[in-house]
């Protein structure tokens, strides 16, 4: 019997007005043009065109236009998809997101980023208290949040720095949790700058301790800068945040975490 292919159903542009309108809104508020949305988003302005007019978008614009926009990733994935589960059961398929996820390897990330199943890192899941020294100023710390998520539509663990003092600085990014080792690595990559971080593997207090590797600006030029991090998983919202100096309550004991990320041999600052 000759195999019929199976129907083509068209997705009805307007049922996706809930999350085109949730977009439109939060540009709005931020007062952003849609090349500076794309550039923000690292796509091309005529994705963001695309995404306006309730064309077709691969999920991964949808989560970065959200989370640059401070939007609820799910529930706008949920109102621009609500078409693709229609339109699929009308054609006898399963809905996006269901079985269809789980049947697809939405369960363990890919090869090249450790291969790590989510309850083999579901103990990674939650909010960090980041520090680090100040570039400008190494006798401050910077300090700010880091949340750790779970990408159900491109498995893996995703990262996303927020409250830091130099907020359009904010990155995003992806885990990578190699076996063999007792390191793991936080990479953001936007237009071919790559950004990379290399901690411990979380410990029993709490802690992730290595180093950044990042880009700064000395006077006319970005230069490469490499200084201690630490990741400190709290519970709690009532860190004091910001650029931290020696007058401040906290800094003792902000201090003492990045100096024992030296002296205790989480990493190592090479000096000719």
């Given at each position: 019997m000759k195999h019929q292919p199976?129907?083509?159903?068209?997705?009805?542009?307007?049922?996706r007005a809930k999350a085109i309108h949730q977009i439109r809104t939060a540009m709005i508020e931020k007062k952003l043009t849609q090349a500076q949305?794309?550039?923000a988003a690292d796509c091309h302005e005529k994705t963001v065109q695309n995404l306006?007019?309730?064309?077709?978008?691969?999920?991964?614009?949808?989560?970065?236009?959200?989370?640059?926009?401070?939007?609820?990733?799910?529930?706008?994935r949920d109102n621009w998809h609500g078409s693709v589960a229609q339109a699929g059961a009308a054609a006898g398929e399963p809905a996006v997101g269901g079985l269809e996820r789980q049947a697809t390897g939405g369960v363990a990330a890919p090869v090249y980023m450790g291969a790590y199943t989510r309850e083999a890192v579901d103990h990674y899941l939650g909010d960090y208290l980041t520090l680090r020294t100040d570039f400008a100023n190494p006798d401050a710390i910077v300090a700010y949040r880091t949340q750790i998520t779970w990408d159900a539509e491109w498995p893996s663990l995703l990262f996303q720095e927020c409250d830091r003092?130099?907020?359009?600085?904010?990155?995003?990014?992806?885990?990578?949790?190699?076996?063999?080792?007792s390191f793991i690595h936080l990479v953001s990559l936007t237009k071919g700058a790559m950004r990379m971080i290399v901690v411990s593997q979380l410990d029993r207090d709490g802690l992730m301790r290595g180093l950044i590797t990042t880009l700064n600006k000395q006077r006319a030029n970005y230069v490469p800068i490499s200084t201690a991090i630490v990741y400190a998983k709290r519970a709690t919202a009532d860190e004091a945040l910001g650029t931290i100096t020696a007058p401040h309550a906290a800094y003792a004991e902000y201090q003492a975490l990045l100096t024992g990320t030296i002296s205790e041999g989480y990493a190592r600052l090479v000096v000719p």
């Open positions: 199976k129907p083509i159903v068209p997705i009805p542009v307007d049922q949305l794309a550039d306006l007019g309730g064309r077709t978008v691969r999920d991964q614009t949808l989560f970065d236009v959200c989370t640059y926009l401070g939007l609820d990733y799910e529930d706008v003092p130099d907020a359009p600085y904010s990155h995003r990014g992806r885990l990578y949790v190699p076996a063999s080792s």
